[in-house]
């Protein structure tokens, strides 16, 4: 059954030679189980989207990174369950939906990233403003 190592694994690798920083994949697991949990805790979903959100507005500012990240949620491969046939709530949907658009350029084409609102500032800040039922 496939599940969260094979989705990492899928979406851990080098960039130009740059490697995806071992932090990202506790980060990505906490999003990962909050995205698939049954029932859905909004608060801790957000709390999840927050945390790796913040990374990689800072210290995980890499282009390896921003690539996984992307990846992760644009093709849910090796998920147990694509995130995207869930019955999210329209606003977080959106959100992980976005960081699957435009956020592999977040570092080498910003200005892409920016007019698509997926630098991770501009993801994290959305993030902020959603409201838990």
């Known amino acids: 059954m496939p599940g969260f190592s094979e989705a990492w694994m899928a979406v ?3 960039r130009d030679g740059e490697p995806v920083s071992p932090r990202l994949r506790p980060l990505l697991h906490a999003v990962y ?16 989207l927050e945390d790796l959100l913040e990374f990689l507005a800072v210290d995980g500012r890499t282009n390896a990174n ?3 990240v992307d990846v992760f949620f644009a093709l849910s491969q090796g998920w ?7 019955q999210l709530p329209e606003d977080f949907h959106d959100v992980l939906a ?6 592999h350029d977040t570092v080498r084409d910003p200005e892409i990233a920016r007019n ?6 501009q993801l994290l800040e959305r993030v902020r403003r959603l409201v838990p039922s």
């Open 98 to 103: 976005m960081m699957g658009e435009a956020l």
């Open 116 to 121: 698509f609102g997926c630098l991770p500032e």
């Open 66 to 68: 921003c690539w996984a």
């Open 12 to 14: 851990a690798v080098s």
């Open 33 to 48: 189980l909050q995205a698939l949990s049954e029932p859905l805790n909004e608060a801790e979903l957000k709390v999840g």
């Open 80 to 86: 147990e369950r694509d995130w995207g046939a869930r």
